[in-house]
């Protein structure tokens, strides 16, 4: 790699390595998952700016061309992260249906148990009790 592409690559990781820092400043990301970004970032830039380093993994796996290993390197790094996502969307998904079902099953006892009072739920001597602004409105959240 010719030293304009090492700067490159050093200047790229080390902007990404601050950005991930600036998203865990401003709360926009989890330290959970800035952990595995960080841990990405650190690692292109100590490969970027060991260019000896970076050639001798290079000849280890048998790649010709030293800069494409960081290219292989990173590619596999987001896919391993994208399988991470994706297994974590799909957990919040199933849980999202769960809550979402036993939310309607709680709405379907407050109904039967406010068709069960002797006015058939109108009460309005109770402080609130079977008004709609009590419980709130259908589609607010607590």
């Known amino acids: 790699m010719s ?33 595995l970004w960080l841990g990405l970032g650190l690692a292109m830039l100590v ?6 380093l970076l050639r001798t993994l290079a000849d280890w796996f048998g790649v010709y061309y030293a ?9 596999f790094c987001a896919f391993a992260l994208l399988l991470h996502i994706t297994v ?14 036993e939310l309607a099953i709680a709405e379907h ?3 039967e148990l406010e068709r069960r009072l002797p006015d058939g739920g109108t009460a309005r001597g ?3 009790a079977g008004a709609p602004e009590a419980r709130g409105r259908e589609g607010d959240l607590p």
């Open 126 to 128: 109770r402080e609130g």
């Open 3 to 35: 030293v304009p592409i090492y700067l490159v690559a050093v200047l790229f990781s080390l902007f990404f390595v601050l950005f991930v820092v600036e998203l865990v400043r401003r709360g926009a990301l989890r330290e959970q998952y800035s952990l």
């Open 67 to 75: 800069p494409s290993l960081l290219f292989l390197f990173s590619s």
């Open 88 to 101: 974590a969307l799909s957990k919040l998904a199933d849980r999202v249906i769960r809550l979402t079902q």
């Open 47 to 52: 490969l970027s700016a060991s260019p000896r």
């Open 109 to 111: 006892r407050i109904q």
